[in-house]
């Protein structure tokens, strides 16, 4: 079974610019995490998304960030304009069923994207 | 509000010894605990879950955890450290109603020879 993917792995841009991040979940699984994680912590729920719907987007950033999965399926990141402490690394999961999986229900991470804004 | 406490940033053992990574919890419902470890530049794998069956849980690579709630902890142990133990370590809590994954600032395990 195929993990979660992410891509770009690496992304450097200057403060004031847009970046995107595209997430694919495992097949089948229907709630999408994005996470950031900032040096030296432990990642913060950015929003969660159960099938193409937004469950909790309370940490969001909402004037700079935004996030869309429009067929239930992969999922994509933006943030616009950069500033410098966006810089971080962004991690997308998934779980197969979300809250409908029980509380206890594992969630799966991709390999991440580092983000650095100069 | 549901929060992790994991005690030291950084834990140093001796290729061989005892691993003791130390997680306190908040939550004032019956919680769900995990601990995720990260290998550099990758991203999180679950190592073991307590979901309120047994309270000694046994993950993958030797790891379990025992929660303990007159305590309020989930400390994560392993016998006898390997090198390829070196990593960062997550405890995150999930309370039972709440839709996010909390966790603590993680601590990062390293082996000496």
């Known amino acids: 079974e195929a993990g979660v993917a992410q891509s770009p792995r690496y992304k450097i841009i200057e403060k004031r610019q847009s970046v995107a991040f595209w997430c694919n979940p495992i097949?089948?699984?229907?709630?999408l995490y994005w996470y950031q994680q900032i040096l030296g912590q432990g990642p913060k729920l950015l929003i969660q998304?159960?099938?193409?719907?937004?469950?909790?987007d309370s940490q969001l950033p909402k004037d700079r960030f935004s996030a869309e999965r429009l067929k239930g399926v992969d999922s994509t990141l933006k943030i616009q304009p950069a500033k410098l402490e966006d810089s971080a690394v962004y991690l997308c999961a998934s779980s197969a069923r979300g809250t409908s999986g029980g509380w206890g229900e594992t969630q799966y991470f991709g390999p991440g994207t580092r983000l650095l804004v100069l | 509000a549901q929060s992790v406490t994991q005690l030291g940033s950084h834990v140093s053992v001796s290729e061989g010894a005892l691993v003791l990574l130390r997680c306190n919890y908040s939550?004032?419902?019956?919680?769900?605990l995990f601990w995720y470890v990260q290998y550099p530049n990758q991203g999180l794998q679950l190592l073991l879950k307590?979901?309120?069956?047994?309270?000694l849980v046994k993950g993958i690579n030797g790891f379990e955890a025992e929660f303990k709630k007159s305590e309020t902890s989930f400390h994560l142990t392993k016998p006898s450290a390997h090198m390829s133990d070196a990593a960062e370590y997550f405890c995150?809590?999930?309370?039972?109603?709440?839709?996010?994954?909390?966790f603590g600032q993680g601590t990062r395990l390293t082996i000496n020879p």
């Open positions: 995150a809590v999930r309370a039972q109603g709440a839709q996010k994954l909390v």
């Open positions: 939550s004032s419902v019956p919680p769900y």
């Open positions: 307590y979901t309120s069956a047994a309270t």
């Open positions: 998304f159960q099938n193409n719907g937004v469950v909790d």
């Open positions: 097949s089948g699984h229907a709630t």
